[in-house]
């Protein structure tokens, strides 16, 4: 069974930082698309950051210079450094992963919550 394991959410004040980490079988490890997308309590789930099999990474406008998404091959991992965290950050953070695209997900995370305080 594919799995995609979150873990690293929390609640952090303002200004704070939280790493968040996604284990992966191999197999999904190796697609060709890993990504975080996030989704707060009454909006839609959005995408936060991809990497791609080649390293080339893209994020969303609104994390921009804050966050950054990159991978342990040693240890099958995904991770998300996230500073300088503010309120509209707050959110479930899920990992994903696509076998040949980032616009068409195969696998996602359970999830993990993350809560910054003002």
């Known amino acids: 069974q594919e799995q995609l394991v979150e873990s690293g959410g929390g609640s952090v004040q303002s200004g704070g930082s939280l790493r968040l980490a996604c284990t992966a079988s191999?197999?999904?490890?190796?697609?060709?698309?890993m990504a975080w997308f996030r989704q707060a309590p009454g909006k839609e789930r959005e995408r936060v950051a991809y990497i791609y099999k080649t390293g080339t990474t893209t994020y969303a406008d609104s994390v921009k210079g804050r966050f950054t998404i990159s991978k342990d091959n040693a240890k099958n991992t995904l991770f998300l450094q996230m500073n300088s965290l503010n309120p509209e950050d707050t959110a479930m953070y899920y990992c994903?992963?696509?076998?040949?695209?980032?616009?068409?997900?195969?696998?996602w995370g359970q999830g993990t919550q993350v809560t910054v305080s003002s």
């Open positions: 191999e197999y999904t490890y190796s697609m060709f698309c």
């Open positions: 994903a992963a696509g076998r040949i695209s980032c616009n068409g997900i195969d696998y």
